[in-house]
Nanobody, 115 residues
Framework: QVQLVESGGGLVQAGGSLRLSCVAS????????MAWYRQAPGEQRELVAI???????NYADSVKGRFTISGDNAKNTVYLQLNSLKPEDTAVYYC?????????WGQGTQVTVSS
């Protein structure tokens, strides 16, 4: 079993920054992909950013140029740097990992951006 634990969420004013972290632990052989999703109230969960074990990265158009995903393979950790935050970025942010052919989710961390 694999556990994902997110941290770093909080309340920030528009234009501010946050850094989210997600640590994977448990019985793992290989992590192929780690990603961040978010879900705002009344909305569907959407992909924010994704990074593969080979370093390939993709972002949602709405966050390009503002958010940066990075990973530390040695620590089984993925980060999401959120800059120039907007009120519409308010959501619960979830970490997702593909490990040994299975998909796992963290419990989520709340990001709230005030105007």
């Amino acid at each position: 079993q694999v556990q994902l634990v997110e941290s770093g969420g909080g309340l920030v004013q528009a234009g501010g920054s946050l850094r989210l972290s997600c640590v994977a632990s448990g019985s793992m052989f290989s992590i192929t992909v780690m990603a961040w999703y978010r879900q705002a109230p009344g909305e569907q969960r959407e992909l924010v950013a994704i990074i593969s074990s080979g370093g390939r990265i993709n972002y949602a158009d709405s966050v390009k140029g503002r958010f940066t995903i990075s990973g530390d393979n040695a620590k089984n950790t993925v980060y999401l740097q959120l800059n120039s935050l907007k009120p519409e970025d308010t959501a619960v942010y979830y970490c997702n990992a593909h490990v040994d052919g299975r998909s796992y989710w963290g419990q989520g961390t709340q990001v709230t951006v005030s105007s």
